[in-house]
T-cell receptor
Framework: DQQVKQNSPSLSVQEGRISILNCDYTNSMFDYFLWYKKYPAEGPTFLISISSIKDKNEDGRFTVFLNKSAKHLSLHIVPSQPGDSAVYFCAASARAGYSTLTFGKGTMLLVSP | DTEVTQTPKHLVMGMTNKKSLKCEQHMGHRAMYWYKQKAKKPPELMFVYSYEKLSINESVPSRFSPECPNSSLLNLHLHALQPEDSALYLC??????????????FGPGTRLLVL
């Protein structure tokens, strides 16, 4: 059973426009959420995170929104740049105990010039 | 500095070989992780070390043997692997404060090919 779902395997956006990547989760114990960016044959790079006590966190061009009632989070990238083209993984953890990350399957973002 | 380093970057080994993957971090993190990632799949957790002690083993076959010599180093010893073990092996680390773990930072990975 997939506890973290990224239902869009891919997304294409033009340079300068907004990219919106979505993630849904089913486990109500999750209270910390992260987005990672991954290029082929490289390790995931941490982008931004959000705790369940917040509904928004912003870092430069990246903003993560959390809707706890809908168990949904999204990553907004504005403006999108060709260098943003990568696979984006949503991950979640529950802070009780030595929690591990549960990853979604990823969304491949392609930003065209 | 959020750097996790891994060596080697690439590794080709036969099914009878013994090899080791190495991971190092100098962020003072006390939790370290091994993941396996196949193409177009998310990372799969293999092992978690917390304060140099193995705290999670996700039912990984014994041909994979982790070791944590000190708080900065994590090894993964490989022996008698199968071709299906070919994958990108990722190391990660995070702080452990009290009873929760924080953001995990990943290394660049070792691309392993088993022939």
């Amino acid at each position: 059973d997939q506890q973290v779902k990224q239902n869009s395997p891919s997304l294409s956006v033009q340079e300068g426009r907004i990219s919106i990547l979505n993630c849904d989760y089913t486990n109500s114990m999750f209270d910390y959420f992260l987005w990672y960016k991954k290029y082929p044959a490289e390790g995931p790079t941490f982008l931004i995170s959000i705790s369940s006590i917040k509904d928004k966190n912003e870092d430069g061009r990246f903003t993560v929104f959390l809707n706890k009632s809908a168990k949904h989070l999204s990553l907004h990238i504005v403006p999108s740049q060709p260098g943003d083209s990568a696979v984006y993984f949503c991950a979640a953890s529950a802070r009780a105990g030595y929690s591990t990350l549960t990853f979604g399957k990823g969304t491949m973002l392609l930003v065209s010039p | 500095d959020t750097e996790v380093t891994q060596t080697p970057k690439h590794l080709v080994m036969g099914m009878t070989n013994k090899k080791s993957l190495k991971c190092e971090q100098h962020m003072g993190h006390r939790a370290m992780y091994w993941y396996k990632q196949k193409a177009k799949k998310p990372p799969e957790l293999m092992f978690v070390y917390s304060y140099e002690k193995l705290s999670i083993n996700e039912s990984v076959p014994s041909r994979f043997s982790p070791e944590c010599p000190n708080s900065s180093l994590l090894n993964l010893h490989l022996h008698a692997l199968q071709p299906e073990d070919s994958a990108l092996y990722l190391c990660a680390s995070s702080q452990v404060q009290g009873s929760y773990s924080e953001t995990q930072y990943f290394g660049p990975g070792t691309r392993l090919l088993v022939l």
